[in-house]
């Protein structure tokens, strides 16, 4: 029983929640994957085979117990497909939820069943971007968490890793790119946004829909936030053919898209705008992962995302700039990569 990172209390909690829950015996806990956070996950294995899904979430942290509890019973209320969470205890940091299964996007999208799973998760996303944009449940991704993240990457991406300092500049000229970015960014249609729906976090139900999980840090933002994180993924790389069919299947379900007269030519650029601030908070965030918490599993996807930040940038003249900047930086972590790990 993977029970050694869990506390005497902790263990003694969960025994006696799943035998109010199934009036059944625990019989086993198992680790599941490693997160680029600090909450862990494990499952439970009940003596009358039925699964939960155990989550510690360390005090202190942004993404917390409220706030995944909080926004899974908004969601579910509007029949979006998120885990139900069945107990709770703040004072240890623990929560149990619906065990959802273990066909994640990640390891079960292929050509054959990509159409499939990925219209899914479109209408998964339709029916969250549909939702009332409720602000005492979400904060809005504002111009406050757009400095957040280029911070996060100039500190921790640019600085700590890859010794660039603020003043150089190579920093000055990417953060003037950022800031068109985010511009732009705050134009667009506003919707309630996972602001992490990729294959990592989507998951393949019985019932033939899309389950979304880790949506603790949803908030309100661009339309094309969670478009960007599907379609830009770290993992899958498909022809320019099927992602603009995709994006029409969108766009031909999509009632905020209707209402708004987004076309695929706009809605092209909003998903690319919105690709690359993603791309900037990320190599910031995996940086800062790496610095607090060791992961070095997480550095093979530095390349991909800088050169989706080559790639994306080269198709807009106000921002092709951003090309030129970051091969130097591509050549310098292909250079100190190996040091790192």
């Not at 000229?173 to 134009?187: F, G, P």
């Amino acid at each position: 029983m993977a029970t050694e990172e869990l506390s005497f209390d902790q263990r003694q909690w969960v025994f006696e929640a799943i035998d109010i829950l199934e009036d059944s015996s625990l019989k086993e806990i198992s680790k599941l994957r490693i997160e680029s956070s600090q909450r862990k996950f494990y499952r439970i294995f009940c003596e009358n085979k039925k699964n939960y899904i155990l989550m510690d979430v360390p005090s202190g942290i942004e993404e917390s117990i409220d706030a995944f509890s909080n926004k899974s019973e908004f969601f579910l209320a509007s029949d979006v497909k998120v885990p139900k969470v069945l107990a709770r205890n703040d004072n240890l940091c623990l929560l149990i939820v619906e065990d959802f299964g273990d066909k994640l996007f990640q390891f079960n999208l292929s050509e054959e069943n990509s159409d499939e799973l990925y219209k899914s998760a479109i209408d998964q996303l339709i029916r969250i971007q549909d939702l009332d944009l409720d602000s005492k449940v979400f904060k809005s991704f504002d111009e406050i968490i757009m400095v957040q993240n280029w911070s996060m990457f100039e500190n921790s991406f640019l600085n700590d890793l890859l010794g660039i300092k603020p003043s150089s500049e190579i920093n000055l000229k990417l953060k003037n790119k950022y800031n068109l970015i985010c511009k732009e960014l705050n134009s667009q249609v506003k919707v309630i946004c996972h602001y992490d729906f990729e294959c990592r976090n989507l998951i393949f139900l019985d019932s033939g829909e899309t389950g979304v999980l880790d949506f603790q840090d949803a908030m309100i933002g661009s339309i094309g936030l969670d478009l960007s994180s599907l379609f830009k993924d770290l993992y899958f790389f498909w022809s320019d053919e099927k992602i603009n069919n995709w994006y029409q299947y969108f766009l031909d379900n999509s009632p905020i898209a209707k209402e708004n007269d987004i076309t695929l030519r706009s809605l092209t650029k909003v998903i690319d705008y919105c690709s690359l601030q993603r791309q900037f908070r990320i190599l910031g965030k995996l940086s800062e992962v790496y610095f607090q918490l060791g992961r070095t599993n997480r550095l093979k996807d530095f390349p991909i995302l800088m050169e989706y930040l080559k790639k994306t940038s080269r198709k807009y003249s106000e921002l092709d700039e951003i090309d030129s900047l970051i091969s130097p930086l591509l050549i310098l972590f292909n250079k100190k990569v190996d040091e790192l790990i």
